[in-house]
């Protein structure tokens, strides 16, 4: 009879995926029944483990290891580590870590020790998993990472399933979906159909944080039926969860909800991820039923210290928020909300990685919502702006990055840049090139992701209040328009020295369509130049874009005369302000946020009289690139500051110079890349130079980026804006000159030598770029970003002030 137990064993695994849980069950019972055998027991109770933890039955699964028992000497190493690592699952699965890193921690002796890589390789990985569940989000991608490096032929589905679990918890969505839908195909094509349900969970809980919620109740729908099918009860019993929040993100309270969470709610002290989702479920729920007195009990069982992920956590503050607004105490809700945003930036700031920084604020937005909202009901301008001004832009106000880039990284940005310049090539090694250039862009962001967070890296500034504006606007004889896109809807709020005013613009889609339109127009503007009767009829469509634009966006709000700074939200980032009508003339600043504007004007330390040094630097095949060089180095030399003009500068000479020099002038091909802002570049001789390997911090406090499209931002959730100017500012550059749309060579090199000229002469960065796009209107792409900057001195800074809000 051993030989039939231990095909009964075998089986049992297969036959979890054809015939469901019972039939697995009763075939190992069956193999138990067959065999007086301790070892084949033990291995009974191991498989059954594991069928357990399959259909993620954590405490079935930890009751059948311990049956196990005294069978643990009769195992093999192999069979050993088996054991542990699905116990290790399973107390993870149920956050009980200490438990969880003692069996992987044995697990990982054993198989280090006797040379199994494959169990070696899920160990790593589980490790990794462990770190994710405690938060250490960096240290969970460097295990993974690690693992997946390793040469073993193993299946990566449930690998990449948990990567782009990590992914999600620091908001990386894109990634993480692209992950998700790379381990979907490979479990589709091993015929792994609980994975590939698993693969939809999440996949759904992506595109709901995404708002798009049919393709989430799409994934639900294809997972629960998978669920049904095989006999998975409490993975269905997950996705039915899920499914109801969907619908109340819909606003429709589901039928049988009750029914649904009843299994959940009974428990006393709600722990497990499901649990607490299910408290959260029952809280909207009874907010959306009109129960409020109900909900202010249910929203209890949320508070107290959980062992839970950050995106979890936000959630729960969100919840109690609002029921304190639906019980009437604003005051406490306004208070959560401050808490919560205290708690993004405590987790954001120890992150050495730009991406994960500005990626992490996506868990705050439905609290910026719910905060942007309550002002705006309120009516009141000066809350409208404090609120928006809390959430804007956060990781703009953390403290700079310090960590050096380590030599595995700039090993593959090197391979990176070469495969970039083969990939221009045609034919079949431009593609091949092209596709090896697509894999080193993911393994320099996973460095980067995985990059170790620093504790001591000090507290983000706080949000500038609206008094400490207005000061500050007073005394720089300045006004700031700080844009709002909410529910559907375009606001403003116009800050002057004297007040603020708040107005409704419009539809947002209308608003950010007119924007779109123009920008397009400015691109097939610049790329008509050889065609006079094209030219002309394109420069039509751009004054009637810029028209239409103005007409929307200004007209009404009466503006003082004089500069303004102009905040402008995740609609109008693409703007060209300066070509607005009701704007011409006036200097214009562009800022992340109002907080990042004023921050260098309030932490200033005394101003050190100096030379100036001026760098100039060109890239190829451009043929004006090398003219404008040396004019902007000749303007310079005439004020009498030190000036270098680099011919033929390298990805290492916009670097260097970025750390050293004053003033920083790149004349070079640029792309944006939208899909992958941190990837944007400026073409150098020996390959595009990335945002990502950017000098950390970039120490000059102006740079004039004379390449098209490098100055676009793109918005993401918390209205973060990424690109190459954002990356600029978030090291520390203090402005940023550059184009949101191409501009022809020509125009390009004139404007810019011009503006050169201004700022040399004693103007401010946005006075020289006033006086230089009414002298070159064509150039009127470019845009000051930042906070304004005056050439006659270098500002030693004093370090961080926090700003009383």
């Given amino acids: 009879m051993p030989t039939r137990a231990r095909l009964l064993i075998t089986l049992a695994w297969p036959t979890l995926a054809l ?204 997972a629960v039926a998978a669920f049904r099918a095989r006999g998975a009860g409490e993975r269905r019993r997950s996705a039915a969860l899920l499914r109801a929040s969907v619908s109340l993100a819909e606003g429709v309270v589901p039928r049988g909800l009750d029914r649904t969470l009843a299994p959940w709610l009974r428990v006393e002290r709600p722990v497990t991820p499901d649990e607490r989702l299910a408290v959260r479920v029952h809280v909207e729920s009874l907010l959306a039923r009109g129960s409020v007195t109900d909900a202010g009990y249910a929203v209890q069982r949320l508070r107290g210290r959980a062992r839970q992920g950050f995106a979890a956590d936000m959630h729960d503050r969100l919840l109690i928020a609002k029921v304190a607004a639906a019980e009437g105490d604003r005051p406490k809700a306004r208070r959560v909300v401050r808490t919560a945003m205290h708690r993004l930036t405590q987790r954001q700031a120890p992150s050495q990685s730009l991406e994960i920084r500005s990626a992490l604020a996506l868990h705050g937005r439905r609290l910026a919502d719910f905060d942007v909202d309550d002002a705006l009901a309120s009516g009141s301008a000066t809350r409208v702006f404090e609120a928006v001004e809390r959430w804007r832009a956060v990781s703009h106000r953390l403290p700079l990055l310090s960590a050096p880039e380590d030599e595995r990284s700039a090993e593959l940005v090197a391979e990176l840049r070469l495969a970039r310049r083969e990939s221009a090539s045609p034919g079949d090694d431009g593609t091949a090139a092209r596709a090896r250039a697509a894999e080193l862009e993911w393994e320099v962001s996973r460095l980067d992701w995985s990059r170790a967070e620093q504790d001591d890296v000090g507290e983000a500034v706080a949000p500038v209040g609206h008094g400490t504006t207005r000061e500050l606007l007073r005394a720089r004889g300045e006004q700031a328009l700080v844009w709002v896109a909410q529910g559907g809807e375009e606001f403003v709020v116009v800050v002057t020295p004297r007040g603020s005013r708040l107005h409704h613009v419009g539809s947002a889609v209308e608003v950010a369509g007119l924007a779109d339109r123009l920008i397009r127009d400015l691109r097939a503007h610049a790329f008509a130049a050889t065609n006079p009767a094209m030219e002309a009829a394109v420069g039509r469509a751009v004054a009637e874009s810029v028209a239409a634009l103005d007409e929307r966006l200004l007209t009404g709000l009466q503006l003082a005369h004089g500069p303004v ?199 401010s960065a946005s006075e020289a770029l006033a006086a230089t796009l009414a002298e070159h209107p064509r150039a009127g792409a470019f845009c000051l970003y930042g906070t304004d900057w005056r050439p006659e001195a270098q500002i030693q800074r004093a370090g961080s002030l926090n700003i009383a809000s």
């Fill in 565 to 763: 700074v102009v905040v402008p939200g995740r609609t109008l980032m693409a703007v060209p302000w300066g070509m607005l009508p009701g704007l011409a003339g006036r200097p214009v600043t562009v800022a992340p946020s109002v907080t990042r504007w004023s921050t260098p004007l309030l932490t200033a330390g005394p101003v050190l009289q100096r030379p100036l040094s001026v760098t100039a630097l060109t890239g190829p095949r451009l043929a004006r690139a090398a003219a404008e060089s040396a004019a902007v180095v000749r303007v310079w030399e005439a004020a009498g500051a030190a000036a270098s003009d680099h011919r033929s500068a390298t990805a290492q000479s916009v670097r260097d110079a970025l750390g050293s020099a004053g003033v920083v002038h790149v004349a070079a091909h640029g792309t944006h890349e939208p899909q992958s802002p941190w990837f944007s570049s400026l073409h150098m001789a020996d390959g595009p130079v990335f945002a990502h390997e950017l000098p950390r911090p970039a120490t000059a406090p102006h740079v004039v980026l004379s390449a098209c499209d490098v100055g676009r931002l793109d918005p993401r959730p918390g209205d973060e804006p990424l690109g190459l100017t954002a990356a600029l500012l978030g090291l520390g550059v203090r402005s940023v000159v550059a184009p949101v749309a191409p501009v022809s060579d020509v125009v390009a090199a004139e404007a810019m030598v011009a503006y050169h000229r201004e700022l040399a002469g004693g103007r």
């Fill in 19 to 222: 015939h469901g849980l019972d039939q697995a069950l009763a075939m190992l019972a069956d193999s138990r029944a067959q065999s007086d055998s301790e070892r084949l027991r033990a291995l009974s109770w191991i498989q059954e483990a594991v069928v357990h933890v399959s259909c993620q039955d954590w405490h079935s699964a930890l009751a059948a290891l311990e049956k196990v028992g005294d069978g643990h000497a009769l195992l093999t190493p192999g069979e050993d580590v088996a054991a542990r690592i699905n116990g290790g699952l399973a107390h993870l699965s149920l956050l009980e870590l200490g438990a969880a890193r003692a069996d992987l921690r044995a697990a990982l002796e054993v198989s280090v020790e006797h040379g199994l890589v494959e169990q070696e390789f899920k160990v790593r990985h589980n490790l990794g998993c462990l770190e994710y569940y405690a938060g250490h989000l960096p240290e969970a991608i460097r295990l993974m990472r690690e693992a997946d490096e390793m040469t073993v032929d193993v299946g990566r589905v449930r690998a990449q399933h948990d990567l782009a679990l990590v992914l999600l918890e620091v908001g990386l969505l894109d990634q993480a979906r692209e992950t998700l839908g790379r381990a979907l195909a490979a479990a589709r094509r091993d015929g792994h159909r609980l994975e590939e349900a698993d693969l939809r969970l999440d996949l759904a809980t992506t595109a709901l944080l995404r708002d798009d919620l049919p393709t989430a109740r799409e994934h639900l729908d294809a």
